[in-house]
């Protein structure tokens, strides 16, 4: 049985962790794209090689591989965020569906 109190607690965290996860799903998108730019800026620091060559380096340079991983936690961050939403959003609509059989078996008796 969940409670008034349980669903309570699950749309306070939805509202108040609204902005968080919009913050975070912005991070993760930012950082996905400026993925290219790091990559880019690191090849034209080797445009005298072919375009090849430049991209192996852009991929082995530390530069890239630190936005990697500052890429890794903001997904992190972002999917612990849905999925915390989600979980929310299940509850809810699990109460709804428990209020509503009772509603329906209380007709029917």
């Given amino acids: ?10 749309v306070d965290y939805l509202r108040d ?14 950082l996905e794209e400026y993925r290219k730019v790091v990559k ?5 620091e080797h445009d005298d090689k072919a375009l090849g060559t430049q991209e192996a380096i852009a991929y082995a340079d530390p530069r890239y591989t630190k936005h990697l991983e500052v890429m890794r936690d903001a997904i992190e961050k972002d999917e612990y965020m849905k999925w915390m939403s989600i979980s929310a959003q299940a509850k809810i609509s699990a109460w709804q569906t428990e209020n509503a059989n009772n509603r329906a078996l209380g007709r029917l008796t």
């Fill in 40 to 44: 880019a800026q690191i090849m034209r």
């Fill in 1 to 10: 049985m969940i409670s008034d109190d349980d669903i309570e607690r699950a």
């Fill in 17 to 30: 962790n609204a902005t968080k996860a919009a913050k975070a799903k912005a991070e993760r998108i930012y």
